[in-house]
């Protein structure tokens, strides 16, 4: 990192690096109020599709941490984008919560199951048969077929869930279409994120918890990138991959003295 611009700007992931199972973690306050008072661009970023940035908002500030909603970026963000950049007034089949259609009706989508455009699927807790088949039914039949994140298992307090990347495959196995995802690993969820705050990818950090999506999607994007490792990713896992992070951290709480 020594030959690295100043960092002027951070992204963080928000499960297993500021909150775990609805509890923040140490250090996740002194950290977000430390950006907001330094007036550096932010933004708080997730895979999850389910809520809008108005949910975490609420969500966040109900465990004590500050973030505004502006300051919130999701894969379903990213995937409207995308989508709007693709084909402006375009129409789609949704397989989500409101996180996801409330993103598409922004952008001015149309919801339909007749003939669309594409089919999106994101994160719901009600994935049903009826919807999936309609879904393999579209894409047979013309439909482009969008994902909002690549998540195989998302978490609960019961457990691992089946996610957004685990009904695509079954999607997949059926139609023979593989999907493109919008969020990560794909850097476009950073580059889409540090546009919307006017920042630049050359002096800027992510923060993540996971090697295979935060770390892969910063490093992509060409940005500093820091392992907290209070999530998914473990010390030992690290030298698995074949590409390191910037740095190794324990946890958020090591990084609020860089802002």
Excluded at 7 to 22: A, F, K, Q, Y
Excluded at 29 to 47: H, M, Q, Y
Excluded at 108 to 133: N, Q
Aim: hydrophobic share 40%; charged share 20%.
């Amino acid at each position: 990192m020594a030959d690295r611009r100043p960092i002027e700007s951070w992204l963080t992931d928000m499960d297993g690096v500021l909150i775990h199972e609805g509890v923040p973690i140490p250090g996740a306050d002194a950290f977000i109020k430390k950006l907001r008072e330094s007036g550096k661009p932010f933004l708080v970023l997730t895979n999850n599709s389910m809520y809008t940035p108005r949910d975490l908002h609420a969500r966040l500030n109900r465990m004590g941490l500050q973030v505004p909603i502006e300051n919130i970026w999701t894969s379903a963000l990213a995937t409207a984008k995308f989508l709007d950049d693709q084909r402006p007034g375009g129409s789609a089949y949704v397989i989500g919560e409101a996180g996801l259609t409330t993103a598409l009706h922004d952008i001015g989508y149309i919801l339909t199951d007749h003939e669309p455009d594409y089919v999106v699927l994101g994160e719901t807790r009600t994935y049903s048969f009826e919807a999936m088949t309609k879904a393999v039914r579209l894409i047979n039949g013309g439909a482009r077929f969008i994902c909002t994140n690549p998540d195989e298992t998302g978490p609960s307090t019961e457990g691992p869930l089946p996610a957004t990347g685990a009904v695509a495959a079954l999607i997949t196995k059926a139609t023979g279409r593989k999907p493109y995802f919008a969020g990560k690993p794909n850097p476009l969820m950073m580059r889409t994120g540090l546009n919307a705050i006017g920042a630049h990818s050359e002096t800027s950090a992510m923060i993540g918890d996971r090697m295979d999506t935060d770390v892969l999607a910063g490093i992509e994007a060409g940005m500093q990138t820091f392992l907290v490792l209070t999530g998914l990713t473990r010390p030992e896992q690290v030298e698995d991959f074949p590409y390191r992070p910037s740095k190794v951290v324990d946890s958020i709480a090591d990084l609020v003295d860089l802002i």
